[in-house]
């Protein structure tokens, strides 16, 4: 506490903007005064409530995206000092010990920005439908009582239900790239995202059935080879994703389904 | 699925996963091969088994390198066909490997992890690593002298002679010869590490190591191989280099005495 007990002290956001798709970006600066607990939420809201750069010239306020404020949404994702996290949960002390230091914010560079530091996750969505991130239940007639998960299978399976989609294991990682092009997403990488969730489900006694399903997916261009084992994911992930482990996990089971496939058809 | 599906879309899975196997065998294997009989300039006076024991332990070496070379060229079997397989792997390892690593955006100064390094290092290696495998046998195996200094043409019968002169770029070292000498030394540990590496990566593509534990273990025992490798390699690239090519010619002499000429230096 002493290091922020300095009274008016102030901190300058370097934001990267942008008008919209398509649109060039720009750099502009804003002070904002911090007290102890700010956070990057707290300072893009006073450069709402306020929005003048450092130089005094008037301009319009920072879209910015979110939800929660409590880490479990993804919506607020974004780079800050060139490393992507959740703003709601970036303490300003954390970064900064002096007064009038800079941080950085930029909008996350693999996802189309749709204004300054709002950028569209539709992809990773879309994603989730190609390898049938779901249970399947519905129909026509009650199928009765499910198989029952053994505690040892839910444990493993609950940390992998904690993916919020924010998009940090794409952001940090170096094959998967910005595809603003929608054609090109279902031969595009998907990322770490997607493998976690093809093995939550494949993890589950119902939602097994559609394993074959997923890892046909997951084989083809964009699938689990083409990951290059750099393993930024799991080092960027807020929820602690075991994520290379579901890389390895799907690897394997993808190297048996081939097999099978091959010998059985 | 997009409009234009290319060979390489259509065939993903098993394009992929060749590529990986292709660098484990055979091209993993021959390495090993290959650096313990390059590294016998070091120790092969231990391999002579008390045959020739008036050779110092340099004569050794290149006593042991020289009968080597020998049973390779005409005691294996079908060498045509094991060059053929390895230029072939190669040549498709390097080619699927270079489309790959193109599809890849390095961020090491953002996000400078162990493991995003090593990502880094096995492209790099690869580019870096195609150079000098096509200089290495453009020079000595398709003999392409004059991409060497000082010209010496390799042959087998003067084996360790030729080899040294071609790193020294001539009897004794030159300029341009200690900068192929340095080529080799990057070029081998670069290729080494990306054997090393490559073995680390593939456990996981395959689906054999999943859990962090076991990728840590795997990982030890990749790059104790890797140590090991390396050793041999700079045993190699050092030792050839440090041989005195008049030395070498000495003994070469004396193992081949029917050899139809000395090679010749132009």
């Known amino acids: 506490m002493e290091k922020t007990a300095a009274a008016n002290r102030t901190v300058r956001l370097r934001i990267k903007r942008c008008d919209g798709p398509g649109k060039p970006s720009r750099w502009e600066e804003f002070r904002v005064p911090i007290e102890p607990g700010s956070n990057v939420i707290s300072c893009l809201q006073a450069v709402a409530a306020n929005p003048v750069t450092v130089e005094g010239t008037q301009t319009t306020p920072v879209v910015w995206d979110s939800g929660c404020l409590e880490e479990v949404c ?8 060139g490393k992507v996290r959740q703003s709601c949960s970036c303490l300003i002390d954390d970064y900064v010990t002096g007064n009038d230091d800079v941080i950085t914010l930029e909008p996350m560079s693999r996802f189309p920005v749709v204004r300054d530091l709002w950028v569209d996750r539709a992809r990773m969505f879309h994603n989730l439908k190609r390898i049938k991130a779901w249970v399947p239940l519905d129909g026509t007639y009650n199928l009765g009582p499910g198989p029952r998960e053994d505690a040892a299978t839910a444990e493993r399976r609950y940390v992998l239900s904690t993916c919020m989609t924010c998009g940090c294991c794409l952001e940090a990682c170096p094959q998967f790239d910005l595809e603003p092009d929608p054609a090109t997403w279902d031969t595009s990488f998907v990322g770490a ?19 074959g399903e997923r890892l046909d997916v997951l084989m083809g261009p964009g699938g689990i080879n083409d990951c290059g084992n750099a393993q930024n994911c799991v080092q960027v992930c807020p929820k602690h994703i075991p994520l290379t482990q579901a890389i390895g996990a799907i690897g394997r089971a993808a190297t048996i389904h081939a097999f099978v496939r091959f010998f059985r058809g | 699925m997009s409009q234009q599906t290319t060979f390489l879309d259509r065939h993903h899975f098993l394009l992929r996963r060749l590529h990986s196997l292709s660098g484990i065998v055979p091209i993993g294997l021959f390495l090993i091969a290959h650096l313990t009989t390059n590294s016998s300039i070091l120790w092969g006076k231990l391999g002579l088994r008390g045959e020739h024991p008036e050779f110092s332990w340099s004569q050794g070496g290149a006593a042991y390198f020289a009968k080597e070379v020998v049973w390779i060229n005409e005691q294996v079997p079908h060498l045509f066909l094991i060059e053929l397989t390895l230029w072939l792997s190669i040549g498709f390892h390097a080619v699927l490997g270079t489309i ?3 599809t890849g955006r390095m961020n090491t100064s953002a996000y400078p992890y162990g493991a995003n390094k ?3 290092l ?11 495998i096509f200089y290495h046998v453009a020079t000595l195996r398709w003999g392409w002298t004059f991409l060497i200094p000082g010209g010496t043409a390799w042959s087998h019968n003067f084996a360790s002679s030729t080899l040294a002169a071609a ?11 200690m900068v192929v000498s340095a080529f080799y030394f990057i070029g081998v540990s670069l290729l080494v590490f990306h054997f090393a590496n490559g073995l680390w990566t593939a456990a996981i593509t395959w689906g054999l190591t999943v859990s962090r534990a076991a990728q840590q273990r795997w990982g030890y025992v990749c790059a104790g191989l890797g140590a090991g490798l390396m050793a041999m390699a700079w045993a190699s690239v050092i030792g050839f280099a440090m041989h005195s090519p008049a030395a070498a010619r000495e003994v070469e002499t004396k193992m ?10 132009p």
């Open chain 1, 74 to 81: 993804g919506a607020c994702t974004m780079v800050i000092n």
């Open chain 1, 193 to 211: 995202q997607v493998f976690g969730q093809a093995q939550l489900f494949n993890d589950h006694a119902t939602s097994r059935q559609h394993a």
């Open chain 2, 100 to 102: 790959y690593a193109l």
């Open chain 2, 118 to 120: 090593r990502y880094r």
């Open chain 2, 122 to 132: 096995q492209r790099a290696s690869g580019y870096i690593g195609i150079l000098f």
């Open chain 2, 167 to 177: 790193l020294r770029g001539g009897e004794e070292f030159t300029a341009m010869g």
């Open chain 2, 256 to 265: 081949h005495p029917d050899a139809a000429a000395m090679p010749q230096t």
